[in-house]
């Protein structure tokens, strides 16, 4: 028979982790504001900087997409072109999330 966890009790190692993850958490938050000014305005730096958190989130979103299967792959598709010919965001993303949701549920 499984034992479950005592959830009414912290042990110091499981409250300095959680301590400990806050300051690293505030820390970055703090730095990057702290940095903010000295990052390139201008330029070909500044330019690398603006594109960085699309290529980031395409880097976590196509593995995703593909290894989901051919209901991925059609819930990428419809995101893109609905990006393409709407120009909104939420949209694009409704669209993507409603295709796949449905192709789940009417196909596998």
Sequence with gaps: MN?????TSFSLEAVLTILGMAAVTYGMRLG??????RLPQHGRWAHVLERLPGAVLISVWVPSALSAGAIGIAGAAATVITMALARNLFAAMAVGMVLVGLGRYFIS
């Design 32 to 37: 990057g504001l702290l940095m903010a000014d």
């Design 3 to 7: 034992q479950f966890p005592d959830l």
